[in-house]
């Protein structure tokens, strides 16, 4: 050792201080009975009693990254010597804390100086590695000076305010200055890229160095996904895209993220002082901004749900009165005041919270409330968190770590603490519900909402017929309701007032009041024992009686409600009244997966599925009361699919890198998050946006990666294994079947050889089946296909593929005898059986006449006629190729028009009895003219004598 090591001391720890170490962890217990030589050396030359200045830990990742010839080591060494500096470091921090010889502030300040420094290492190391490969990334600015391009590592989260926990990950964002290429040459051994793929690769070696995890473990964790974009954009992103960014696309919650932003390490002063002039003027307002109290609102609804949903009672960090609870607080009024008050303008929790005492914008009492209850919970979330090295805020479910747990943090026992806990909850409650909470007031258009409840009781015991009357009573009667706790009791009293003012509400709609009861009952009986449901009865009045005609016009939004409480929040927030287009939708689902860890998988399958859950809810809930067009329904019920996917391929692929490096793209380079290699294509539906609440989803998936080349990590794999262990866990993560449901069926059989086939291939390999060995009926599929999501550079060849193979010459009568087999096989397979026929009955699907009919239709017009029109392969929807058949004169316009009516009337109806949990199979004569003129048309256009004649 060097620079690093001061005075050597000879004191060492006592066998009372090693039994407290054995007490708080057996994380670092492990550690000092593994390591005993290297960490007793280490507490000579740095005893417990004393403190690290960045100095020292600087000069110790020095050290630790050294060769035997104090020289820098390579990449493997310096790897390794990094997390063992980590282990040790760990060790001592976390019985610094158990002993109480380190203050809170101390310990996260640093936490966070060796995250610094590691970050600032880890960017100097893999930057020189690059410059000897591809030379310095330049840039030409508006004088046309050409300057070094640089890159700013920028902290979020916790290490942007200094105040990193234990076993905190680090949420980092890379922003450079500009575009432009490096200065490599070719004679001197580099060659040239553009910046992008420069700072990319910079990023991506920060990364390796400290979150790969290797036998010595890791050195951060790095979450990335506060980024522009998240998940699967540029791991770098430059200045002016930047700007752009937070202009047109920047929102509320993400200026409470960047509240906190700090940049790490030193910078150019020209370029710090031009990212400080972009991000200041996003995070804070010049005059008082209370649309922070809305982002609020949104951000604790969407944790309150999360919580709810995995009855997460013991996150400290999530639930009611936690950690996050105080940080929102804080930042609400940071971000409200703090274009006007320039004190404000501060990283730190504990420090804002002492500036709004200082100006009077929380009381003294409040201030010192919040403040003990910060220091508490954030010591009990070190305590936590120092048992096992996780990066969890969860109460330890097992009695010895429990008991352990309280001794450490000097309770008698773990009673004694949690009943701590509970007060400093509940002293951060107050506050916190006093600044988000809007309370509903029943609108008053009668005197029902102010009139004697009794009476009101009697008007609808008035209404109700016998069977919903006995229903009612056997509920209030039932052993469920009489064995409820004192507190669920209550608050169904509390809610049953706002349930019948809303029942007679509809008073003159006796049937809609009796076909709701019965369901709103067994939402009631879902929602007893989790009573923080009624409680959002209560505070939504107006939004539960719209409720009430949802709940009679679709039992199948009834049963959704019922098996998934937790989606009642949907309706009562009245979110159905918007319909979010799918930048809105991403921007949701972003939000809610960045609330969860980035190695928790099922809560990530959680989040998934209740995200999709709550939005075909809300489309469904929208779709009954607002009666939106089938078209806008159907393209909010694909946009939902698409999201689901986008995110579950980001998390995907970021999971596969993780473990095996990066795959080798077709241009001889790794691929990168934006340009992944890889693309999802839907089919059927979703290649249509003809999605229906309870459509699966027809994939095919697709790669440009070097089938043979090897993986960049250090667990190596071909290309080939890479993107099919990628398409499993792809598959895994929307096919699961979880507490929560499936995210989607998946139906892989319309990819090359269906179930015989790879579930992944390439493009050259999906071109070369489709132009020389699919079947006819394999084109019309085609038809309805499009990419959805992943590598823009491989949606762009897929797109390529299908117009070639669509527009190959095909004579009429061929396509007209493949489409007729194709149907008649449907027909006789899937259609109504001859006795269903006989008795009246129509199937809207698969009979002759159906949607099917008006589907192949399409897919005839678009492989007869695309050789002569390419325009007709532009579109994979049925209406739009109608109304293109239409303006290429292929079709009369008035064939393509009764096309289309009858296509969207069988549809909407489709719709209508997949809410009602009704088959398919009808009475045929309401739907004979509509059939009769699909059947007219189609023996028009495909007749037997028409085929011939063309």
Known sequence: MSSATPSASNHQPTAAQI???????????????????????????????????????????????????????????????????????????????????????????????????????????????????????????????????EMAVMAMGKLGAQELNLSSDIDLIFVHQSQGETDGDKAKGTRSIDNKRFMTRLGQGIIRLLDHGTADGFVFRVDMRLRPWGDGSDLAIHLSALEKYFAKHGRAWERFAWLKARVVGHVDDTFYERLQALIKPFVFRYYVDYSAFSALREMKSLIQNQVAQREDLDNIKLGAGGIRDIEFIVQAFQLIYGGRHPELQVKSCLGAMKVLAELEYIEEDTYQKLSAAYRFLRRLEHGIQGINDQQTQRLPQDTHWQNNLAKTLSFSDWSALIKTLNQHRSNVSVPFERMVTERQVPTKEDNRAESDFDAQVSQLDAVLSDDSREKLNQFWQSKMVTNLSEEAKERLDAAYPVIVHALLTYEDKRPLINAALPRLIALLEAICRRSIYLVMIVENPNATTQLIPMLAASPWIASELAQYPVLLDTFLQQRYRHLPDQAELRDILRQQLLRVEPDDE???????????????????????????????????????????????????????????????????????????????????????LEMSYASDLDLVFLHQI????????????????????????????????????????????????????????????FETYQLEKAWAWEHQALVRARPICGDEYVMRRFEEIRRTVLTQARTFEAVCTDVTKMRQKMRKHLGSSERQQQAGKFDLKQDAGGVIDIEFLAQFVVLAYSHDHPSLTKWTDNVRIFAEAAALGIWDKAVCQDLTEAYLHIRAATHQLALSKQPLLVDEMPWHNTRTLVQAQWQHLMGVEDCARQ
């Open 19 to 149: 039994e407290v170490l054995y007490t708080a962890s057996e994380f670092a217990a492990q550690i000092w009975e593994n390591r005993s030589a290297s960490c007793q050396t280490f507490l000579r030359s740095y005893p417990l009693e004393t403190t690290l200045t960045r100095q020292q830990i600087d000069d110790l990742i020095q050290d630790y990254t050294l060769d035997d010839n104090y020289q820098l080591g390579d990449e493997p060494l310096v790897m390794k010597g990094l997390r063992h500096l980590r282990m040790l470091l760990m060790m001592r921090w976390i019985w610094q804390d158990a002993l109480g010889l380190i203050r809170l502030e101390q310990l996260t300040d640093e936490l966070s100086e060796f995250a610094d420094g590691c970050i600032v290492f880890a960017k100097d190391y893999s930057y020189a590695q690059l410059v000897k490969q591809y030379g310095r990334p330049m840039f030409t600015d508006s004088e046309g000076a050409r300057h070094v391009d």
């Open 602 to 688: 099922e809560e990530m399958l959680s989040a998934l599925r209740l995200f999709k859950k709550n939005q075909v809810l809300a489309v469904a809930a929208s779709d009954v009361l607002a009666e939106r067009p089938i078209m806008k329904v159907s393209d909010s019920l694909t946009y939902i699919a698409a999201v689901v996917l986008e995110a579950a391929l980001e998390r995907a692929f970021n999971e596969m890198v993780r473990r095996y490096g990066y795959p080798i793209g077709s241009d001889g380079d790794p691929v990168t998050e934006a340009h992944c290699g890889f693309a999802i294509i839907g089919y059927g539906k979703l290649g249509g």
């Open 706 to 765: 070097q089938e043979q080349g090897m993986t960049t990590g250090e667990k190596s794999v071909s290309g080939m294994k890479f993107a099919a262990r990628l398409a499993q866990k792809l598959m895994t993560y929307l096919n699961t079947q979880t507490r929560d449901g499936r995210a989607y069926e998946i139906d892989m059989r319309l990819r090359p050889s269906g179930n015989a086939g790879m579930m992944v291939v390439s493009c050259h390999a």
